[in-house]
């Protein structure tokens, strides 16, 4: 699967500390701002799938913690996402937390995903970062943040694709959060993704075309995420920590203020359109998405490292 560019602060720090977060440049080591597209990741990012969760020659496994939509008209989500760190994770894996959208375009999905991810290969580091991804095609290689042509980023944009973002929730001690929407814009169709950490003025960071992902029915999701090679074992989930049923913010991955856009680009809860899937139960779970009077409709999902397969 936040505070500013460098040191401004834009997010407003509760005393309960449950949202401050820095927004860091991509820097190397001598102080140059570091090109997002230096090096190619190990990973053909593997979005779910409704058969196996193994790329086509069976290095790369996938495995994924969501609630998501059955193929239907929709236009988008908008959630609260928790930031967690994975400072043990390796070369050969990668974990995050997502909205994800897919469109039918003749016999595939067509796929546009942003969020929060840990990916040593693509970075060369543990930070978390805020990505952006696309393929036109779900089973083939995208294309994430800025390498080639896709997601167009806002003029001045507050958070921008591969920037880290700090410090990370931290277990039991204080939870850290960014809420993002991916929703397509009823006037131009393209794909718009905002920060919405206040809600009567999201920040715009920018936008998928619509070309990416212009067809029904669509399927969208809210998803925990791992990728890893085969030769090694999956790495941690969210937090690290399978769901306890108590619902805590500082202990658990979550998504929480949960929303699903309509045609005209306003706001409901999700109701009864989404439904579970977990792929790999005995490694990761996930809890019922239920309304909460203080966190709206959210659920909690993750797991340890060390999932074998």
């Known amino acids: 699967m936040v505070c500013g560019y460098v040191g401004i602060l834009i997010l407003v720090c509760f005393s309960f500390m449950s949202c401050c977060i820095t927004l860091v440049d991509s820097i190397d080591g001598s102080g140059n701002l570091e090109p997002i597209g230096k090096n190619t990741t190990f990973f053909t990012h593997v979005p779910f799938r409704f ?31 928790s930031l967690w760190g994975s400072p043990n994770q390796t070369y050969s894996q990668e974990s995050g937390a997502s909205i994800q959208m897919y469109c039918q375009d ?19 580091n543990r930070d978390v970062r805020f990505f952006t991804y696309w393929s036109k095609d779900s089973k083939s290689a995208g294309c994430y943040n800025l390498q080639c042509k896709g997601f167009v980023p806002a003029s ?3 958070l921008v694709p591969g920037q880290a973002v700090a410090p990370p929730s931290s277990y039991g001690e204080y939870y850290r959060y960014v809420r993002l929407s991916l929703n397509q814009d009823p006037n131009s169709g ?66 929480k203020h949960v929303k699903t856009y309509d045609s005209d680009g306003y706001t409901t809860d ?33 797991g340890p490292s060390g999932c074998i397969g």
């Open 190 to 255: 393209d794909w718009v993704v905002y920060r919405n950490h206040g809600l009567e003025n999201p920040s715009f960071l920018g936008h998928f075309p619509v070309e990416l992902c212009p067809g029904t029915p669509r399927i969208q999701a809210l998803a925990g995420f791992v990728n890893y090679y085969n030769t090694t074992k999956g790495p941690l989930m969210g937090s690290g920590h399978f769901p306890d049923g108590k619902n805590d913010d500082k202990k658990v991955g979550c998504f």
């Open 156 to 158: 001045g944009a507050a």
């Open 270 to 302: 999700p109701f009864t359109t989404m439904i579970p899937l977990v792929d790999k139960p005995n490694c990761y779970t996930e809890t019922d998405l239920l309304p909460d009077p203080d966190k709206g409709y959210s659920f909690y999902y993750g």
């Open 51 to 81: 058969a196996n969760s193994q790329d086509e020659g069976g290095n790369i496994i996938s495995h994924y913690a969501m609630w998501r939509t059955n193929p239907r008209k929709f236009y988008g989500l908008r959630a609260e996402i």
């Open 106 to 124: 003749g016999g595939h999905y067509n796929f546009v995903e942003v969020g929060f991810h840990v990916s040593p290969s693509l970075y060369h």
